[in-house]
């Protein structure tokens, strides 16, 4: 335990996520949101309705997440080319950058909580959803989509805290690249399945119209401070970590974690989707047949029929993978699959508790078809 805890402390210690705020950090952030806003209005995309509101509105989002990342990534490629940009910038300052954000979303949100409460709008997605607990509506949110300048910020925020993970992945390979000359197994592989999951969630886009963080929750700091902090600098904690340990592991290692990944990846990837297209059509086929719906409503077909958040399996398993090529010599760089995996518990908690209010007697027949919640026989 004592020599467990002295790995603790000095990987922790050697964390190149603390640091203090800056200035220039906080240049590069503006910077990096500006040039997001900037790809998500100019360049093309198609147009998706979201999901009915209490009011029977929807709102419409322009998917062009995957064209703004590929000018994006074209954009800083020129830059580092002509040596305007350094490719491991943000390798080198991560605490500084971390810490700025951090301090962004702190003063975003209180923004957001304020514009809020002032709000006199009558529409579902402005509407102040004021308790009267500050605490608890600033964590929360008072409105289900505010926006800025014409701009939703809960659908771009998601996208500026995703497109900031793979930037982050990028730079963090650049400097190992730089120092070592090559990438190590285990820093390939997990650059892989980053890449991959990343690139994936922008070729879906349009699915994330219809997750429960933008159809339900309202926009407080807990979705500003995850989407943009937790989410790329969390996330990408497997990749800080081996910039400083060396990890070897064999090719049947190697082969196993892959495995992991896309079975996690698979059941993620399928159950969402298998979500998205009933909320299209209700008659959807899913693994051959049409889909099971109880009480008109509520999927009990194809990955839903075998847990009711079996998405949240897949989530969980391609979180571990992540931090598999890391090996087992510390826990560091399995932060983010454990406070995932006790994110998803609790968020099942709260998701359950929504859909009894819900859904009420429907949502007992659903349970009674589909008894497990996330983990199949066990959970």
Known sequence: MEEWTAKLRSSVEACPLLGPPSISMLEVLVGYLGVVALLGV?????????????????????CNGLASLVVLIAGLGVGI??????PTVVAENGGQLCSTTLAFCLVMSVFVYLKGCLSQSKTASLRSHVTGNILHDWWFGVQLNPDFLGLDLKFFWIRTGMLGWFLINLSVAAKQFQNQGSLSLSMALYQAFSAIYV????????AMTSTWDIIAEKFGFMLIFGDVVFIPFTFSIQGWWLLSHSVKISKIAAALNLCIFLFGFAIFRGANKQKHKFKQDSKVVIWGQTAKVIGGRLLAS?????ARHCNYLGDI???FSFSLPCGMSSPVPYFYPAYLFTLLIWRERRDEARCCEKYREVWQEYCKAVPWRIFPGIY
């Open 199 to 206: 690139l994936d969630y922008f070729w879906h886009e349009e």
């Open 302 to 306: 194809g990955y839903w029929g075998v």
């Open 81 to 86: 080319r002509t040596g305007h940009i350094l």
């Open 317 to 319: 398993l391609v979180a």
């Open 42 to 62: 100019v360049l093309p995309g198609p147009s998706i309705a979201g999901a009915a509101l209490e009011d029977k509105s929807r709102l419409t989002y322009k």
